[in-house]
């Protein structure tokens, strides 16, 4: 199953980010850490997306085009969770602890960011992991990584898809 959504401005791409991070923070620890690979268009949006996704996690630091740094850890603090049972909202604590934000633009081989700890990152489950350019590792993705793709359609029209990488 995938979603398509089309946003036309950047604030509607951060929305659509900051719903997913308040969902994801919703769900229960897996095995392993939970995975988002942003994939397609340069320009597509999916730093904008970031910047929305890791405001729904709480994060209040700036997050930016990361063109020098393949790798930045945020960690998630004291993060409460509402949801609604029976129409009340009930408020508890995420179990996340931890967001990273890597980008692989200027990665050729999956070798290199192996090198960086990446097998340690993805085995703990408090870890919430968001990779951009994400098809440039994609042999060492496990397949319940979540996958979202940008296409740019014009100058502000985005694309937007998300799914499974088992889905393909
Ligand atoms: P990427 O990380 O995919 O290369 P960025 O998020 O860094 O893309 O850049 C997207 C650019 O496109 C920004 O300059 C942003 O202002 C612009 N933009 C225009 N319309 C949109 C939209 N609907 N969604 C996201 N970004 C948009
Ligand atoms: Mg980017």
């Given at each position: 199953m995938r979603a398509k959504y089309l946003t036309t401005t950047p604030l509607q791409t951060k929305k659509l980010g900051e719903i997913l991070a308040k969902e994801v923070l919703k769900t229960k620890l897996k095995k392993r850490a939970l995975i988002i690979g942003l994939e397609g268009d340069l320009g597509g949006?999916?730093?904008?997306?970031?910047?929305?996704?890791?405001?729904?996690?709480?994060?209040?630091?700036?997050?930016?085009?990361?063109?020098?740094?393949?790798?930045?850890?945020?960690?998630?603090?004291n993060?409460?969770?509402?949801?609604?049972?029976?129409?009340?909202?009930?408020?508890?604590d995420s179990q996340f602890s931890n967001f990273y934000h890597i980008d692989c633009y200027r990665i050729s081989r999956p070798k290199e960011i192996l090198g960086l700890g990446f097998k340690e990152i993805i085995s703990n489950p408090k870890n919430i992991i968001t990779i951009e350019w994400a098809d440039r590792i994609d042999k060492i993705l496990p397949a319940e990584t979540i996958i979202i793709n940008f296409e740019l359609i014009n100058q502000k029209t985005r694309k937007i898809t998300i799914g499974f990488?088992?889905?393909?």
């Open positions: 949006g999916k730093t904008t997306f970031l910047q929305g996704f890791a405001k729904g996690l709480g994060i209040k630091e700036k997050i930016l085009s990361p063109t020098f740094i393949i790798m930045k850890k945020f960690s998630i603090i993060y409460q969770v509402s949801t609604k049972v029976e129409k009340k909202k009930i408020f508890f990488k088992n889905d393909s």
